[in-house]
């Protein structure tokens, strides 16, 4: 399917189909920007037909429509329904956050201004009737635009080319409305007798004219939602339409007043998220819903829809040609919508698993929802609202003027000051698996940075367990002595700063080459016989294939495990994790993609665990009974058929049967093939199901930049430990930083005393000068 030559030679000739919001903006800012366009747009519905009740906006959308088109930006501003507060309904109590800024207004009035928009702009608007299909379009347009939604049939026909990924969710929700306008954006937890349910709602419409203080005035769409399994018990799946709105009545009475609910075509729904590998194909691009979706709890459908249309409409008037304008609108688009998905499956996932946070205190559990995309976090929260965070803040007990990361968190006699963790991070640098000069100014100065808790790298327990040539060690006496003085270092110059050892083995993944050589590549020469659960290479035809472990190899393997740390005791270290992730040996025996054994130590989870867990009580029953022990897996393998969330939830809590006092909860880097969701904090929903499935503590890793991310974390309850890795790369004083950047100068983050003249943060330049008076008033 070729493409025109280009806008630049004649006016476009442009079909819409779907007559959506997104659709019929598009249509409007196409026309708009050069009137003599013929665009049409085909809506099998009739204009007044519609599904669900009211549409939320950003301010920052708004403010993208008043300048592309100030007389829809004019239309809609009147009709606009605006509110600051967030109510949040739990166990009777009602908590309130104010502060955050809200527009809403009726689905069908947004349609009706964007009709009539279109016929004045003079776009042919087709009603009743099914659009042609796309292809067949194409022939005779130079650009067919489909906005045909969730459900669209163009992305079905054309699958080999926009290679969508749909994926169907655990909840079931449905679109009603109530006939009065509530004061504000309110969620609402109710115990149905067979689990919970939630109710999203917010008003849409004012009250009718000379109704204004009446209490029945206006309109609010209200949204119910609860897990499949909850939604079967009530026996919702046998209800109709009419009777599913009375029960859902009944069980929110308190806020609706006792009112009933209104339906327009409602029925119950699991939510699809939608994803496509490309968004064009020759003439044909894809718009809104029907190349994205994301979650209705962030409230951002019409508005991604809304804000495609305007990139769409601007690379079409500043490309030269359709091809380069639909490539230029891709690349514009995808990572807004990338970013936005990320944060829409964080909140559909926690209120997917919203069972396991009602626990919580009511202030904790406020902050929790609010927080749950992780685009609202605890500093522009604070911002919003600082009574509301200042309350959370006092019922966890967290003195006054103390951010959430500064509180002390301990583990069996060993008290942390803080809540930082520098993450295990290989450094390479070891010979013959002795730390030198390099592990004692790399680690001795993340210690005297301010982190409660400082971690080697993969310390390995045998020469053959080695990553690389240069990794270090705990296998022979030596590595002891030279331990012991990076632990008397740390000890004596930064107090109160714990160092931790990462004990493991590389299994497949061994014997290659240092990573700024070509991480994973097999050493030129003098590489070492690997081991691993199965006879399995990490790359097939790249790494060797390792041999299967016999039961004395994982006997010896066992006892290379608890002479390590009897060592790692001796030589001084305050706390021991196990590694158990990342597709090293006891990560290579939990994952079904790389565990292909059929005797006692595969097969099923729990035959998967039996060796992994024999080492851990091994290393238990050598380590002091007063020091911690933390175990770091990977919680997911990002494949298919690999290690699940609801795998690595009994995974943790096997470990913690067996006396771990921590699970260090990572991801992934087991099998080259896996496809990980990167993105910020993208790893931290792993740890927060783990934490409140089981109620052990656990340490969030991944993608953790900011320290607002750590309060947020803390404060939240979906971390107990927070480990940071590449900003402690970046800057070794990362924590104390942190602490001057709050104004916090408590006993969570002490200076060294030879560095307390640097605890304030530096002038910079002479942007903070005094100015002169310039003006005359």
């Known amino acids: 399917m070729s493409a025109p030559a280009g806008p630049a030679q004649r006016p476009l000739k442009v079909a819409v189909l779907g007559g959506g919001p997104g659709g019929l903006y598009a249509a409007a800012l196409l026309k708009r920007l050069d009137p003599d366009r013929e665009i049409t747009v085909w809506e099998r519905n009739a204009p007044d037909d519609t599904f669900g009740f009211g549409v939320v906006l950003s301010d920052e959308t708004l403010g993208g429509i008043e300048h592309a088109d100030p007389v829809v930006y004019g239309a809609l501003q009147a009709e606009f329904v605006r509110w600051d507060d967030i109510d949040i309904v739990h166990r009777g109590r009602t908590l309130t956050s104010g502060g955050h800024g809200f527009a809403a207004l009726g689905r069908r009035r947004l349609l009706a201004v964007l009709h009539d928009r279109c016929r004045a702009l003079g776009v042919r608007l087709v009603f009743r009737t099914e659009a042609p299909p796309a292809a067949e379009l194409a022939r005779d347009h130079d650009l067919v635009i489909a906005a045909d939604g969730v459900h669209s049939t163009t992305r079905t026909a054309h699958a080999d080319v926009f290679r969508p990924r749909l994926t169907t969710h655990r909840c079931r929700y449905i679109w009603l409305s109530a006939d009065f306008a509530l004061d504000a954006f309110r969620f609402e937890i109710a115990d149905t007798g067979h689990g919970v349910a939630q109710l999203h709602a917010y008003p849409y419409a004012h009250p009718a004219p000379g109704r204004s203080g009446a209490p029945d005035g206006g309109a609010s769409t209200v949204i119910v939602e609860m897990r499949e399994e909850v939604w079967r018990a009530n026996g919702l799946d046998t209800l109709d339409e009419t009777a599913s709105a009375a029960w859902c009545a009944g069980l929110f009475a308190g806020t609706l007043r006792g009112r009933p609910l209104r339906t327009n075509n409602s029925s119950w729904i699991a939510f699809r998220t939608v994803v496509n590998e490309r968004w064009s194909h020759g003439r044909i691009v894809l718009l809104g819903d029907a190349a994205h979706t994301a979650h209705f709890s962030i409230g951002s459908g019409t508005k991604l829809a809304v804000e495609d249309a305007l990139a769409l409409a601007a690379c079409l008037r500043e490309q030269p040609t359709v091809p380069d304008a639909l490539t230029a609108y891709e690349a514009e688009r995808r990572p807004v919508v990338a970013s936005t998905q990320r944060a829409a499956r964080a909140s559909l996932a926690w209120f997917e698993d919203l069972a396991t946070y009602t626990h919580q205190p009511p202030h904790q559990f406020a902050f929790n929802l609010l927080t749950r995309s992780r685009r609202v976090t605890h500093g522009n929260l604070r911002l919003r609202d600082a009574e509301f965070t200042d309350a959370v803040a006092a019922e966890a007990g967290v003195p006054d003027g103390t951010p959430p990361m500064f509180t002390p968190f301990r583990m069996r006699g060993l008290t942390l000051r803080n809540r930082i963790v520098v993450s295990p991070m290989?450094?390479?640098?070891?010979?013959?698996?002795?730390?030198?000069?390099?592990?004692?100014?790399?680690?001795?100065?993340?210690?005297?940075?301010?982190?409660?808790?400082?971690?080697?790298?993969?310390?390995?327990?045998?020469?053959?367990?080695?990553?690389?040539?240069?990794?270090?060690?705990?296998?022979?006496?030596?590595?002891?002595?030279?331990?012991?003085?990076?632990?008397?270092?740390?000890?004596?110059?930064?107090?109160?700063?714990?160092?931790?050892?990462?004990?493991?083995?590389?299994?497949?993944?061994?014997?290659?080459?240092?990573?700024?050589?070509?991480?994973?590549?097999?050493?030129?020469?003098?590489?070492?016989?690997?081991?691993?659960?199965?006879?399995?290479?990490?790359?097939?035809?790249?790494?060797?294939?390792?041999?299967?472990?016999?039961?004395?190899?994982?006997?010896?393997?066992?006892?290379?495990?608890?002479?390590?740390?009897?060592?790692?005791?001796?030589?001084?270290?305050?706390?021991?994790?196990?590694?158990?992730?990342?597709?090293?040996?006891?990560?290579?025996?939990?994952?079904?993609?790389?565990?292909?054994?059929?005797?006692?130590?595969?097969?099923?989870?729990?035959?998967?665990?039996?060796?992994?867990?024999?080492?851990?009580?091994?290393?238990?029953?050598?380590?002091?009974?007063?020091?911690?022990?933390?175990?770091?897996?990977?919680?997911?393998?990002?494949?298919?058929?690999?290690?699940?969330?609801?795998?690595?939830?009994?995974?943790?809590?096997?470990?913690?049967?067996?006396?771990?006092?921590?699970?260090?909860?990572?991801?992934?880097?087991?099998?080259?093939?896996?496809?990980?969701?990167?993105?910020?904090?993208?790893?931290?929903?792993?740890?927060?199901?783990?934490?409140?499935?089981?109620?052990?503590?656990?340490?969030?890793?991944?993608?953790?930049?900011?320290?607002?991310?750590?309060?947020?974390?803390?404060?939240?309850?979906?971390?107990?430990?927070?480990?940071?890795?590449?900003?402690?790369?970046?800057?070794?004083?990362?924590?104390?930083?942190?602490?001057?950047?709050?104004?916090?100068?408590?006993?969570?983050?002490?200076?060294?005393?030879?560095?307390?003249?640097?605890?304030?943060?530096?002038?910079?330049?002479?942007?903070?000068?005094?100015?002169?008076?310039?003006?005359?008033?």
């Open 426 to 777: 290989d450094m390479y640098s070891a010979a013959d698996g002795t730390p030198g000069d390099f592990h004692l100014v790399h680690l001795g100065s993340r210690a005297l940075g301010g982190a409660g808790l400082v971690m080697t790298e993969m310390v390995c327990v045998s020469p053959e367990g080695r990553i690389t040539p240069a990794c270090s060690g705990l296998y022979a006496p030596g590595h002891e002595r030279a331990w012991r003085r990076v632990t008397d270092f740390v000890h004596t110059q930064s107090p109160g700063t714990a160092l931790g050892v990462q004990l493991g083995h590389s299994g497949r993944k061994g014997s290659t080459r240092r990573m700024w050589e070509g991480i994973d590549q097999p050493l030129p020469d003098g590489n070492w016989p690997l081991v691993a659960p199965s006879a399995l290479p990490y790359r097939p035809g790249v790494n060797q294939i390792p041999h299967a472990l016999t039961a004395a190899e994982l006997t010896a393997v066992r006892e290379q495990f608890a002479d390590s740390a009897a060592s790692a005791a001796r030589a001084g270290f305050d706390l021991l994790e196990l590694h158990c992730a990342h597709g090293y040996l006891l990560s290579g025996f939990l994952s079904p993609l790389t565990n292909h054994r059929t005797d006692a130590y595969g097969g099923t989870l729990a035959g998967r665990l039996r060796f992994p867990l024999e080492v851990f009580d091994a290393v238990r029953e050598q380590w002091p009974a007063d020091r911690p022990m933390t175990v770091r897996i990977s919680a997911t393998d990002w494949a298919e058929g690999g290690t699940t969330p609801d795998d690595a939830v009994a995974i943790a809590a096997a470990f913690a049967e067996h006396g771990a006092d921590a699970i260090d909860v990572s991801t992934g880097q087991v099998v080259p093939h896996e496809r990980p969701d990167f993105g910020r904090s993208y790893q931290t929903p792993f740890a927060d199901r783990i934490r409140n499935t089981l109620g052990i503590p656990v340490i969030a890793v991944g993608a953790l930049s900011s320290w607002d991310d750590v309060n947020s974390l803390i404060l939240a309850g979906r971390a107990d430990l927070c480990a940071l890795a590449r900003p402690h790369l970046y800057d070794p004083h990362w924590t104390l930083h942190a602490a001057a950047e709050q104004g916090y100068t408590g006993p969570g983050a002490p200076w060294p005393l030879p560095y307390q003249a640097g605890s304030r943060t530096p002038p910079t330049g002479r942007t903070d000068a005094p100015k002169p008076r310039l003006t005359l008033n």
